[in-house]
């Protein structure tokens, strides 16, 4: 199959039916997005909805917030390319909902108003603890935000059949794709400073719908090829891919075991459980969905919206396996390649192929391409305006309000300043994406969840469980696990050294593993440890008030 999509016969109609449908969601949401603009009268408002969502709304939203491009696009092209073991993918970021439902969730929802350091600083000096906060969220939400910006310059590529040596415009690929990142972030900011979390959750909503459709439509078509038979799909799939049995077995990608060399063998097996633990720790301290839970009324509601959540996205990745396994046997390891070599493109590439063969020729081809890809599109927005708004309001809330101003600020002023941080934090997320175009986006998400499960997880742990916990220690484990994250990923495989790296041309890598969590978890929490033993702070009184209340809720807005 000619690997450059929508060029030949179609092409013109794939990039009008893209580009129609695109407008059309974008006309949609800014609509939402005004609409909710004018609901947004306080803080309250801005960062937490008015808390007025039910827990199935806040679910959905969740899901919107989780099922990210690195799900849509990561996951399937993973799979694509390495069968079994592109699967833990979603094998980890399921299971982690499990610690975020029976650990994190309602207690809170219950002990905080808008953010993660309102938790934090409760019983603990405010300044050094709301900036250490201030700093891990923008940090984690830039990693995030630099998966989603990846996979829209690669989704753009694919549409316009933009690859080496091809122009659109007058562009370059490579410029083609930078003005795509651009464009996502511009429309990023424009969702967070106009609509806040009212206008967020309602796009998160419409995206979680229109991508459980595309998924479950794609699903059946992929069965139907195969006349449901799934054993039949998974040795298509193997054969084509080249790589015979080894595509349905362990090891292909993680845990390599490499002949004569019992070094790199232990060093890729410890990577595999690195992977493992940073999906399975990471999302009880991501902050943009840790702030959902700030927008449901109760706690009951909070731990309903994280039930929800558990059954859209459980249902979404088992819909990931046939995605990523019909890529591999309908499109073809080597042409997804040949369009992105991260493949972050087989999802839609699929839906091309299924769309010749249901739909009717390149027509049909065109056609259901445009549409998943349109959804892809929508996937992308809502996320990166989800994870905006979680940055832009700690960098507000907890730096501006409680540390420049020592909370002597009106709320006019706090919510002008989260504008101006979006503004700010997607300008940044857009110059760093355009350096990180080689990564595929559902590592780049791993990476993301390891520096969240470094820094935040275990001061907020410590925090809610720990009597002893005080200033100090929270400082020490958001410094120590975040910085340790942060400086083993500067020294590995991802930035540099390898050619898949963010900078291939430059070697500076010395740590083996390319995902830190295996060492930067637990140093997180050892940091923290350390810094409350060596600090006499302790206020047993606060520790009791902060434990009613994320127990019961009381007082808790």
Known sequence: MNPVLAVEAGGGTARNLTITLFLVFVAVTLAITIWASRQTKTATDFYAGGRSFSGFQNGMAIGGDYMSAASFLGIAGIIALYGYDGFLYSIGFLVAWLVALLLVAELLRNSGRYTMADVLAFRMRQRPVRTAAAVSTITVSIF???????????????????????????????????????????????????????????????????????????????????????????????????????????????????AGNSTQTFYNKMDLLSLGIALVLGTAGLPHILIRFYTVPTAKAARKSVLWAIGIIGTFYLLTLALGFGAAALVGGKAIVAQDKAGNTAAPQLAEELGKTFLGGNLGGATLLAIIAAVAFATILAVVAGLTLASSSSLAHDFYANVVKKGQTSERQEVRVARISALVIGAVSIALSIYAQSLNVAFLVALAFAVAASGNLPAILYSLFWKRFNTSGAVWAIYGGLLSAVFLVFFSPVVSGAPTSMFPDHDWQWFPLSNPGLLSIPFGFLCGWIGTVISKEHDEDKYAELEVRALTGAGAH
């Open 144 to 258: 995030y935000l630099l998966a989603q910006m990846v996979g829209a310059g690669a989704l753009v590529a694919l549409l316009l059949g933009i690859k080496p040596g091809t122009t659109f415009l007058g562009m370059d690929a490579d410029t083609a794709k930078i003005a795509t990142i651009i464009m996502v972030g511009a429309l990023m900011i424009i969702y967070v400073t106009v609509g806040g979390m009212k206008g967020t959750t309602y796009v998160q909503i419409v995206k979680a719908f229109l991508l459980m459709t595309g998924a479950l439509v794609m699903t059946v078509l992929v069965l139907a090829k195969y006349n449901f038979n799934l054993s039949a799909l998974l040795g298509d799939a193997a054969a084509t891919s080249g790589k015979g049995n080894a595509f349905l077995e362990p090891g292909l990608r993680y845990g390599v075991e490499v």
